[in-house]
């Protein structure tokens, strides 16, 4: 069976950064014998923006495949792609976020995993620039904040998943039919996170595989002004909020959590260990992020 691919792309209006995915996708190999179409799911917060990305579909169009922009006006990177879904054509969905950067095979591995495997849903390897890896700052910038994700599990093509990383993954379109859309409380716009990792606890509950192939690659942007104190706390706020409103962990799971990542953070900033203070100091923030929320909710309870 052959099959034929939407590559949905959601984005917040970062134009350039389109455009670079685009000038990847238009050079991929083996492009011409594969149906695919290009669709860019618009979720810029204001129209002239939002008029810029419908612009830059028009442009890619022209030099002939099918790329076409949906617009969806209401933040929400989860929301954009469930209005894009619908309407995609393909039998496979491959899903990017914009700021990535295409592997030459891309296109060819998707479509060969799917032929060769009979997994529902692909995990594309998520890869550092060579020029990243060598820089000495930024690697000690990542270690200590992990705010950007990599995706390299060294293991072989068709290896089982039980979780997803939503930068690069593709789906059957029949998995959207039998275990819903993605979850528009969670991602950027919503919650800020965890859209895939919610969708993926669905799959697997279906009785679904997810496998990984190493060779549908993508290269991340190693961006060092993702790693700030700042950065760092947010993400894992947005983690806890995120977990709080899929898994609706009780108040009772939630405090010992907390006072547990207090007492681990202060005994490792004794003992120096920087990595393990960093996990404990997220997992305080995740964990009192998560209480507030608790709070909050309870209030306007209340309020009624």
Not at 56 to 84: F, H
Not at 105 to 118: K, M, N, R, Y
């Amino acid at each position: 069976m052959s099959h034929s691919v939407s590559v949905i792309i959601a984005t917040s209006g970062r134009v350039e950064k389109v455009r670079r995915l685009l000038e990847g996708l238009y050079r991929l190999n083996g492009q011409e014998r594969i149906d695919h179409e290009i669709i860019i799911a618009n979720n810029a917060p204001n129209e002239t923006t939002a008029s810029a990305v419908e612009d830059l579909a028009k442009e890619y169009s022209q030099r002939g495949n099918r790329c076409w922009q949906v617009r969806e006006p209401i933040p929400g990177k989860c929301r954009a792609q469930n209005r894009a879904i619908p309407l995609a054509k393909g039998s496979i969905l491959a899903f990017l976020d914009d700021d990535l950067e295409v592997t030459p095979d891309w296109l060819q591995s998707i479509v060969g995993f799917f032929a060769s495997h009979p997994h529902d849903v692909m995990q594309g390897s998520i890869l550092m620039h060579p020029q990243d890896r060598e820089n000495a700052h930024l690697q000690k910038l990542l270690q200590r904040y992990r705010t950007v994700d990599f995706i390299d599990y060294g293991s072989p093509t068709g290896t089982d998943i039980k979780t997803l990383t939503g930068g690069n993954i593709a789906v059957k379109r029949e998995v959207f039919d039998q275990v819903g859309m993605f979850d528009e409380r969670l991602g950027p716009g919503g919650f800020g996170i965890s859209e895939d990792v919610e969708f993926a606890q669905r799959v697997v509950r279906a009785g679904k595989r997810i496998g990984y192939e190493p060779q549908a690659a993508v290269y991340n942007e190693l961006d060092a002004s993702r790693f700030t104190e700042e950065s760092f706390r947010l993400r894992h706020e947005q983690q806890g909020r995120s977990r709080l409103a899929y898994k609706e962990s009780s108040i009772f799971r939630i405090i010992p959590n907390l006072m547990r990542s207090i007492w681990t953070y202060g005994w490792y900033s004794l003992t120096g260990n920087e990595r393990r203070k960093y996990r404990a100091k997220g997992r305080y923030y995740h964990y009192m992020a998560m209480l507030l929320e608790k709070f909050k909710t309870f209030k306007q309870f209340n309020a009624l």
